[in-house]
Structures are given as structure tokens and as C-alpha cells.
């Protein structure tokens, strides 16, 4: 037989018409040409398909799924096999896809001689359980045009069960309920798998989940979650889905999960829902700070405060919190929420509630305290706060300024009216009523007569928080201290009384240029020293203002130095010599007289002046103890002598060095009789300052070969020494002289080292100097033009004439209707100059002037300038009265000390007023 032959062509293209497969035979036609071309070639046997591998156990599948087979067929004929196609195939068994030879399979309609190909089955169970079938194929053996079955049935077997099958647990829609924005709320779910077989590829599904859903901890399964990429049939496992709400709105979503169930792609879902909730918010009413009504301290004001929660969620664990309320402030009844209160341990949200706290003053003044009030918003701890603040009033209290105690000051009498504005405020809200100034006593009184005093405003009452003023006048008409009390009386709302007070002090003084009665009754005190005359020459102040005053005194056959010391009262003070009087006989015969005294550091006195020691006059200096002995230790036996020619030295005045080294000045006649400035300077021991012009005593002369006679000296602090007194030129002129620290003349002061000022055609003396604060120096004495005056002449400090000072740096006056001399001068703190000495009428009086800085009359002093007084405790009027030295107290005082006469002469002190 021939392969491939016209015959077995054209019959199998009319079976394959009658089949359906055309195409496939018409590429069988094709190679049956080619076979004709070639030769025609035997082969014994007609085809015969041959299943290979059957019988085909599909094995388990799904129900709804497919699982597929290769079924191998073989040619084992000595012809081609053509045509074939499935006789009996029957579901749930198929070709994949529906048609021979399956999807996928190789087998086409002509199947070569010894050709092996596959088809491609499928088994798709629709039901579980046990399924069999059997597939025959027909097909041309290439021997005759009949269908031959194929020699074997092949046999198809198959089980079918259900798939993977998952749920998830809460559903249909899982409420996570109400959460209170802030917080979170886990919820596990639980996958079960109900099917009979695993479910594979489990993962998180699309869409996925958003906010405020989500696997915890941000990926599936959720931290704490069980579930994997598989599930067992039968098996459980869990995924944890949290619920974050950021917004007071219901949220939804779903939470899905795919899976492959064997067959295909599945997905179990399960719907989600939650509702948030803001959190509670507290708060009090009446903010910031509520301030409670001024309120008087005997009552109390009650405030209810609303409490108000504006979330929607319940605050919980509601109550006061530390810290408390702080006294006059709390709750009404003492605890929370206050008697008559609502709020309690929670608070519903959007719900109100109130509470009452009291204020309950104790003192005045304002305080504050705060409500604090804790809670529980859902999430954490709160505090809602309230401030609290009020005044507490007292019912008035009246207060007078300028306190502790107002001073008027030193005010003189007789002549001083000095008002006082007192402001007296009410420092409490509540008014004082019924007010009124109690009765002032003398010298104090109401500024015209009563109460408030002219231009006061005081009335009879005072408002809250008020001032007004009271006007009291001072007007001293004695000497000494003076006290009142300024007090106002006034009514309390309650109708009791009170009052202020203000103590008030004030000094009645002498007018400038009185005597000071608070000085021995009169201002005035005198003293005999020995048995006869005494002459008080120079004063001294002790640091405690204790008076001490140097002359001369007489016993019997000739004068001595004579001391005496006063208490400020003006007493002699009987701790000093002998009832406070001390003799010194320098000269053991001669005639002794001091006209200086010093007060050293320690309290010693030196005394100085002229005794007659070896037949003539010589600088005598004696040093006494503070209690007015002789101290030995000083000089010899107490005493320096200086002598220069052996002719008469007197000493007239002396002072202390910056070194503690006393100075003494006055003058030395020559041999030839001519008077010389005479200087010496002593060592703190007493002995001759060797270290002053080698010899420690220097003479000058001012006006060379002329009479010249030094008063006073004054120590510069640069160590330089000045000298004044007097020089002849034709007259008597103004000298001065300027010294070195180490005893030359100072050349570049005046004219060569000199200055002499002719004040007046006549006599010009000067008796007394000091140096002001501007350093010029203030020259003081007498001048004759007729009859003597009283001379005042300022040079600056290189010693020419201040032509700014009074007339041509002079000036110059009588003391009443009489002549005037000039003996000692001092400058007061304002920089005036108080001149004294004595002015001659029918006799001598004290007599003084003060003059300005300027050089003009201090009208204010004695209203003219001028003062003269006779000492009128000696037994008249017409006793002769000087003024030899002066010294101010620290209280500005004046003190004047000279001699007064009455059978004879007597120390005399008087004391003014500045």
C-alpha cells in the first residue's frame, strides 16, 4: 500500500469536510503531493494511535477550578492517521479550552507514521466529590475510509473538593464605637478558613486602608497579628487593626484581604466603622480674673463661677487641685464645689455646671489667689484655672504725712512764723466722717486760728482713698525746744472714733546778734581769777564744746597767767584746776600775761604770752593736762621760753601746725629799740624747732629800721606761716607778712614776701586775721580817721589788696555814736566775717559787726549789722567792757570773751546767736 495516495487524499478531504477539518487535511494533500513526486513507497499496517501515558488521574481539584493533564499519543501504524477527534468526552473532563487538541497540545489533524504529540485535558469539577470518564478518538487509519476506534479507552479519573474559603470575624460591620480624639483603639480580627484546602498568597488587599484605619504598627498582619502568606483549611489566625481618630466625624472603611483559594484570587473582607469624639475642655467663667467688689473686712462676697465643658467628651475625675484656693478665699461651706455648687467628679460633654467661692477679707489691701481644677479629658490630666482678686477695706484710716516726727527747725523767736502743710490721706476706702483738729497749744496753732488753718482743705469728712491738707503755724516766742501733737479725730462707719497723729518739734532761737540766755540765764557770764584785775585775752573751744579762755589775773604784787574753763552752759567746770580756775606764775615775781590758747588733739592746753623770766619780756609758752595741771613734761617744768635779744619779746599769738608743732608770734625789740615781727616755732615736746631758720625763732621786719608789731598769724595748708600787725611808715600801716615751713620769708608773696596797706591818713592796725575758704586773707583791726573804727581788709592769697571786697578791699565803720577797736575776727560756715572788740560811748561795751562775704553790713544779724552790749551783771552801766577774742560753736553760736570791770576787772564771756 502507498502512503499518501490520490485516493486516500481526496477520501480523507471528504471526511474532514464532513468534520469540519479541512485546514488540517489540506496540509495532509500537500504532502501527499510531494509523495507522488517522489516514488511511491510499500509500507505495511494501517495507523494506530496509541495513548502512551493513560489512564489520566487528575487528582484533587477544586470545585469551580481546573486542573489540567498532557494525554501522549503515538503513532505506531505503517500509515498516517488523520482526522482524529473525541468520540466520548464528557464533564466535568474537557480538552483545555474546548477543542482538540486543547490549549496547548500538539496533535494536529494528521498524525505522521511513528509521530508523537500531546493533548491538553482539563478536569473542571462543578461539584465535590468522585468524577470518572473515559476519552475514545476516532480518527483514519489511511486502510479505508471507516471511523476505527482507537485500541485502547483511555480512562480519566479525578476528585473534586471545595476550595480555600476565608471570613473574617465582627461582621457585618465592626463599630469601634466613640474615641476620644488623641486616642487609639486596637481590634484583633480573627481569619478563619473554611475550606478544605490552604489558602496560599494571603496579603493586605487593595484599595488599602486610610487613616484613621490602619494595620497597628503600620503593615499586615498589625503588630500582634497571627496571619501569614498562608492559612490551613480549617485554620484560624489573627490581624490587629487600629483606629486612629483625628476628627469628631463617623469614619468607615473596610478592611480586605486576598488570597488564592486553590483556584484563583479571592478576597474576605469585613466593614469597619468608628465615631471621634474632642476631648473634654474645661473651663471657669469670668476670666481672666474675676475681681470680687471692693468689701470690708467684717463681711464677705460670694461669686458663682459656671463651669463649662466645651468638648464632647465626659471629663472625668473632676475636683479642686493643689494648689488651693489661698485665704481670704474659698469654697462657700469650705468645700468643693461650694454649698449651693453643681459641679461634681465628672462633667458630661457640652454640659455646665457651677461652683462658689467666697471672699472673706481679714486685712486691707488687695489679694488674689486662683481656682485650679483638675480633670480627666479622655486622654490625660487637665487643669482648668481661674484667677481671683479683690480689695479688703478697712472702714477709713487716716494718716498724717511727714512722719515719724516734723521738725520746724531752729526758728527765731518773736520775730518767725513758719506753716506747715500737712496732707492727711485716707489710705481705705471707706470715708472718714465727723472730722476735726483737736486743739493745738502755743507756739504751735492753726494757721489763722482754726481747723484746717487758712488754705487747708480738710473737712468734715474724707472720702475713700482721699487727701487733704491741715496748715499749722509755728511762731516761737521763747527760747528752747517746743512740742505739740497734731491730731485729727474722726468717725468710723461703724460709729466708733479714731484718730492721727503727728508729732511736731520746733526750736525757738535767738534772733542774730541777741545774747543766748540758754547761756547762764543771761548770755552772759564773768569771773574773777585771782584777788584783783583779770583780763580774759584769748578763747579756745574744746572738741566737747567746752570754753576755754586765756589772760592774766592779778595777785597782789604782780600778774599771771590765769586760765579758766566753762561748761556750755556757761559754769565754770570745777574738773579743771582749781573750781575751774587755774594760776600760772611763769616769771617767780614778774609780770606774767598770756594772750593766746590752743587746744592740742589730746586735750592739753597751751597757753602763751610774754613773762618777764631774766629781767625782760620773753615768748613764754606753758602746756597744761586737760584737767589744768602743769604738765612737766613739756619745755622745763611745763614751760618753753624762747628769748631773741635780750630785750623785750612779747608773744601774742599762737597755733598748731599740721605736725602737732605749736607757733608762736608777737614782737622782738632790737637793740637798737626797734620792734620786729618775732616769730618761733616749738617742738610737740616743747623744745626750740630746730629745724625752723636752724634756731627755731626767725624776726622780720615789714618796713625795714621801723617800729613793726605782729597781733596774729594763720597756718596755711601748705605749711606756710602768715603774720599781721602793724608797721611804721610815716603811720601806722596794715603789715603782713609771709613765712616758709622752714622759717624764710616767702618772696613770692606780695613784695618780697611782704604786704602793708595804708587803710586810713591815721593809725592802722591789725589785731586779728583769718583765712576763708577761697584762701585770701581776711585781715581785722582798728583805724584811726578822727576817732577809731572798727576795720575789716581782705588781700588775696599772694597778699595784694581783693579790690572786690567792700571799698577798695576795706571796709570800715564806727559801732554806734563812739570810736571802735577792732581785736579779733572770725568767718562763720556761710562765709561771713564777725568782727570784735569794743566801741567807746561813755565807756567801753562789747561790740561786733557782721559783715558778707562781699565785704557789706548782714543786715540780719542785730537788724543792722551791728551789736553792742553792755555787761550788766557787774553793777552797771557805765562799767568799760571789751571784747578780746572770739570762737564759734558748732552750732554757729558766738562766742565773745574780754573783761568786764566792776570794782575791777573780771573775765567775761558772752554768748549770740549767729
Not at 465592626?174 to 478563619?192: M, Q
Not at 607778712?737 to 593809725?763: N, R
Request: contains cysteine.
Amino acid at each position: 500500500m502507498y502512503v499518501g495516495s490520490c485516493s486516500q487524499i481526496k477520501a480523507s478531504l471528504r471526511f474532514a469536510q464532513y468534520v469540519g477539518f479541512a485546514l488540517i487535511l489540506a496540509a495532509s494533500a500537500v504532502s501527499c503531493r510531494k509523495q507522488k513526486k517522489d516514488s511511491d513507497k510499500l509500507i505495511s499496517g494501517p495507523a494506530n494511535l496509541v495513548a502512551t501515558n493513560g489512564p489520566i488521574d487528575f487528582g484533587t481539584a477544586s470545585v469551580g477550578g481546573t486542573v489540567t493533564a498532557n494525554l501522549t499519543l503515538s503513532n505506531n501504524g505503517g500509515l498516517l492517521a488523520s482526522a482524529p477527534q473525541p468520540k466520548s468526552l464528557t464533564a466535568p473532563f474537557t480538552f483545555l479550552g474546548g477543542y482538540y487538541p486543547g490549549v496547548g497540545g500538539t496533535c494536529g489533524l494528521v498524525i505522521q507514521v511513528g509521530e508523537t504529540c500531546t493533548v491538553v485535558l482539563a478536569f473542571s469539577p462543578t461539584s465535590s466529590g468522585a468524577a470518572t470518564g473515559e476519552l475514545f478518538l476516532t480518527y483514519y487509519n489511511g486502510v479505508d475510509s471507516k471511523t476505527v476506534l482507537t485500541s485502547d479507552i483511555t480512562q480519566l479519573t479525578g476528585a473534586a473538593s471545595d476550595g480555600a474559603v476565608l471570613s473574617i470575624s465582627n461582621g457585618a460591620t465592626y463599630d469601634y464605637g466613640t474615641i476620644v480624639i488623641g486616642n487609639t483603639s486596637d481590634k484583633s480580627f480573627t481569619v478563619t478558613n473554611t475550606g478544605t484546602v490552604g489558602a496560599t498568597a494571603m496579603a493586605a488587599g487593595t484599595p488599602a486602608m486610610a487613616a484613621p484605619f490602619t494595620f497597628k504598627g503600620g503593615a499586615y498582619p498589625g503588630t500582634g497579628g497571627t496571619c501569614g502568606a498562608t492559612l490551613a483549611a480549617s485554620g484560624t489566625c489573627t490581624v490587629v487593626v487600629r483606629y486612629t481618630p483625628s476628627a469628631a466625624v463617623l469614619s468607615s472603611d473596610t478592611l480586605r484581604l486576598t488570597y488564592n483559594d486553590g483556584t484563583s484570587t479571592q478576597s474576605a473582607t469585613r466593614a469597619m466603622q468608628g465615631t471621634g469624639q474632642t476631648p473634654a475642655s474645661l473651663s471657669v467663667s469670668d476670666g481672666a480674673t474675676y475681681t470680687y467688689p471692693d468689701t470690708y473686712e467684717t463681711l464677705t462676697a460670694d461669686k458663682t463661677f459656671t463651669v463649662t465643658n466645651a468638648g464632647s467628651a465626659t471629663a472625668t475625675s473632676f475636683s479642686n487641685t493643689t494648689p488651693a484656693l489661698a485665704a481670704p478665699y474659698g469654697y462657700k461651706g469650705g468645700s468643693y464645689p461650694g454649698t449651693g455648687g453643681t459641679c461634681g467628679a465628672s462633667l458630661a460633654g457640652s454640659a455646665t455646671c457651677t461652683l462658689i467661692v467666697t471672699y472673706s477679707p481679714t486685712a486691707t489691701g488687695a489679694t488674689s489667689s486662683t481656682i485650679n481644677l483638675t480633670y480627666n479629658d479622655g486622654v490625660a490630666t487637665q487643669t482648668a484655672s481661674r484667677d481671683v482678686a479683690g480689695t479688703g477695706l478697712g472702714y477709713a484710716s487716716l494718716s498724717i504725712s511727714d512722719g515719724a516726727t516734723y521738725s520746724f527747725g531752729s526758728k527765731y523767736i518773736n520775730t518767725t512764723n513758719t506753716d506747715k502743710s500737712f496732707t492727711v490721706t485716707n489710705s481705705q476706702h471707706g470715708s472718714a466722717t465727723v472730722v476735726s483738729g483737736a486743739a493745738l497749744s502755743a507756739p504751735y496753732t492753726y494757721k489763722g486760728g482754726a481747723y484746717p488753718g487758712t488754705g487747708g482743705t480738710c473737712g468734715n469728712s474724707i472720702g475713700s482713698l482721699a487727701t487733704c491738707t491741715i496748715v499749722v503755724r509755728f511762731s516761737p516766742t521763747a527760747l528752747g525746744a517746743a512740742s505739740d501733737t497734731l491730731t485729727v479725730n474722726y468717725t468710723l462707719p461703724d460709729a466708733s472714733t479714731s484718730s492721727a497723729t503727728r508729732a511736731m518739734t520746733g526750736t525757738g532761737i535767738g534772733n542774730p546778734g541777741s545774747l543766748d540766755t540758754t547761756f547762764n540765764t543771761t548770755g552772759q557770764v564773768a569771773s574773777s581769777i585771782g584777788s584783783a584785775d583779770a583780763y580774759g585775752y584769748a578763747v579756745a573751744l574744746q572738741s566737747d564744746g567746752k570754753i576755754v579762755v586765756a589772760g592774766s589775773s592779778y595777785n597782789g604784787s604782780d600778774t599771771d597767767f590765769a586760765v579758766a574753763r566753762y561748761s556750755t552752759a556757761g559754769a565754770l567746770d570745777a574738773s579743771f584746776g582749781t573750781g575751774g580756775k587755774v594760776s600760772i606764775d611763769v616769771s617767780a615775781g614778774g609780770n606774767d600775761v598770756a594772750y593766746a590758747v590752743v587746744i592740742q588733739a589730746d586735750g592739753k592746753v597751751l597757753v602763751g604770752g610774754s613773762a618777764a623770766t631774766s629781767g625782760d619780756l620773753n615768748f613764754s609758752v606753758v602746756r597744761l593736762t586737760s584737767a589744768g595741771a602743769i604738765d612737766t613734761a613739756y619745755g622745763t617744768s611745763g614751760i618753753a621760753i624762747t628769748q631773741f635779744n635780750g630785750q623785750d619779746d612779747v608773744l601774742r599769738g599762737l597755733a598748731l601746725d599740721s605736725n602737732g608743732k605749736a607757733v608762736a608770734v608777737g614782737y622782738s625789740i632790737s637793740l637798737a629799740g626797734k620792734k620786729r615781727f618775732a616769730i618761733a616755732r616749738y617742738g610737740t615736746d616743747g623744745t626750740a624747732d630746730t629745724t625752723f631758720n636752724t634756731t627755731g625763732r626767725a624776726v622780720f621786719s615789714p618796713i625795714a629800721n621801723s617800729q613793726n608789731d605782729c597781733y596774729a598769724l594763720s597756718i596755711l595748708s601748705s605749711g606756710k606761716i602768715v603774720m599781721a600787725g602793724t608797721a611804721l611808715s610815716g603811720t601806722y600801716q596794715f603789715a603782713v607778712a609771709q613765712v616758709s615751713s622752714v622759717g624764710a620769708i616767702d618772696t613770692d608773696f606780695g613784695t618780697s614776701g611782704y604786704t602793708t596797706v595804708d587803710v586810713t591818713a591815721g593809725t592802722d592796725i591789725v589785731k586779728a586775721m583769718a583765712i576763708d575758704s577761697s584762701s585770701n586773707i581776711v585781715l581785722g583791726g582798728v583805724s584811726a580817721t578822727g576817732s577809731n573804727q572798727m576795720t575789716v581788709t581782705r588781700l588775696t592769697s599772694v597778699g595784694a589788696v581783693d579790690a572786690t571786697f567792700g571799698t577798695a578791699g576795706t571796709y570800715t565803720t564806727a559801732i554806734g555814736a563812739g570810736a571802735a577797736d577792732g581785736t579779733a575776727l572770725v568767718i562763720d560756715s556761710s562765709g561771713n566775717i564777725i568782727i570784735g572788740g569794743y566801741s567807746t560811748n561813755t565807756e567801753k561795751d562789747f561790740a561786733m559787726m557782721r559783715l558778707t562775704s562781699a565785704g557789706a553790713l548782714d543786715a540780719s544779724f542785730n537788724s543792722t549789722g551791728q551789736v553792742e552790749t553792755d555787761y550788766t551783771g557787774l553793777g552797771g552801766a557805765a562799767n568799760n567792757n571789751s571784747i578780746f577774742g572770739l570762737a564759734l560753736q558748732s552750732d554757729g553760736k558766738i562766742v565773745a570773751v574780754g573783761n568786764a570791770q566792776a570794782a575791777s576787772y573780771d573775765f567775761a564771756i558772752m554768748r549770740y546767736w549767729p
